[in-house]
């Protein structure tokens, strides 16, 4: 989760614009909160674009407009259905929670081979889709690529992804770093983030020198 300042808004034909103190590492089509602003602003939207310039409203077709003389750096516009209101200074905060849908629980599932025995193997699975999409598209991030949050970005990636996930689900009632087990002979150590889901990923080495 990351918070940001907003320093200033306006809002113009039904679409609403905040922008930010510093740069936000945000995406459009995902979900934010604003808060602390006004009750027209306040509230959990979904990002509708990243202008980079002065918003100055739509067109006859519905489309955005802008003032390419008027360049404005972090901001972030939504849809808002609202009178108009003139760009001003102003204060509150901008909540975002990136999420990642690169996997489904049905990827790991075919990939387990296996029929989930109950629900709770079920809501399992979909946790550990869930998890795996998360964890893979941060390391990913931390390794320097920019990738989408809905769109897997390659079948490597895809790949790698499932088996980290699968191997979270395989972990189900484990202490530690061994699989669960019942034998006499012991457990053997959880390997997910293996040297083959590196390579798949991509993270063995940056993306960026």
Not at 8 to 23: E, G, I, M, R, S
Not at 102 to 127: E, K
Not at 134 to 150: I, K, N
Request: proline share 4%; charged share 15%; with cysteine.
């Amino acid at each position: 989760m990351a918070v940001y300042q907003i320093t200033h808004k306006y809002l113009l034909d039904d679409y609403a614009v905040v922008q930010l103190l510093t740069p936000g590492e945000l995406d459009v089509g995902q979900s934010m909160t604003i808060a602390g602003v006004d009750a027209t602003f306040n509230g959990t939207y979904t990002i509708w674009a990243l202008p980079q310039y002065l918003y100055t409203g739509t067109d006859t077709e519905g489309d955005l407009l802008y003032d390419i003389d008027v360049p404005i750096a972090n901001q972030v516009l939504y849809a808002k259905t609202a009178a108009d209101v003139e760009r001003q200074a102003t204060a509150g905060t901008l909540t975002y929670t990136p999420t990642c849908t690169w996997v489904s629980a049905a990827d790991v599932t075919a990939w387990l081979n296996i029929i989930p025995a109950s629900a709770n193997d079920t809501a399992l699975i979909t946790q550990a889709a869930s998890a795996g999409s998360q964890f893979c598209w941060r390391r990913r991030a931390e390794a320097g690529y920019v990738d989408s949050l809905t769109t897997v970005p390659s079948a490597d990636v895809k790949l790698g992804t499932i088996m980290y996930a699968g191997a979270l689900y395989r972990a189900r009632g484990s202490l530690g770093d061994n699989f669960a087990s019942f034998d006499s002979m012991g457990a053997g150590p959880i390997i997910g983030m293996s040297s083959q889901v590196k390579q798949l990923l991509g993270v063995d080495r940056p993306a960026i020198a």
